[in-house]
């Protein structure tokens, strides 16, 4: 800022201000211009099923519709929810990454579910190929 340094020796004007800001990284958020990004574990559960799923958000949690059948690395965004644009002029978007995270220390229920499952997605995919097959 010219002028607003200390006085200069001897009855000398003022010198110059100069003002250092330094950002550090936030322990959630990842900054890209105006947008925000944030990563959030899900439960494979939720990942299969979809469902409501809370979302730190700079001013609290945000409420977001995990839809059915998310993948891990997949992109959800929340429109108006990144930084205030210094213009007044709204806020950026907030961007979801998607983890899913799979199960721990499961029961044998939880277990015996699962390999129903896995019997299901073979089932599926052989009638998949069958139809393949059937469509040369």
């Known amino acids: 800022v010219n002028g607003e340094g ?7 004007l003022p010198g110059d201000l100069y003002v250092v800001l ?17 990563q959030k574990e ?3 559960v939720k ?18 519709d ?11 965004r929340i429109m108006s929810r990144g930084m205030p644009r210094l213009d007044g002029q709204g806020r950026g978007d907030m961007y979801v990454v998607v983890k899913v995270v799979t199960p721990r220390n499961l029961s044998e229920t ?21 139809g393949e097959g059937a469509a040369r």
């Not at 330094?22 to 944030?38: A, K, N, S």
């Open 42 to 44: 899900i439960s494979f």
């Open 66 to 76: 995990m839809p059915e059948e998310t993948q891990t690395g997949s992109v959800h």
């Open 110 to 130: 939880a277990k015996e579910l699962l390999r129903q499952l896995a019997g299901e997605e073979a089932a599926s995919k052989r009638q998949d190929n069958i």
């Open 6 to 12: 200390e006085l200069g020796e001897k009855g000398a």
């Open 47 to 64: 990942a299969a099923l979809g469902g409501k799923v809370a979302v730190p958000g700079m001013d609290g949690d945000l409420t977001l």
């Open 22 to 38: 330094g950002v550090t990284q936030h322990p959630m958020f990842e900054r890209h211009g105006h947008d925000l990004y944030v």
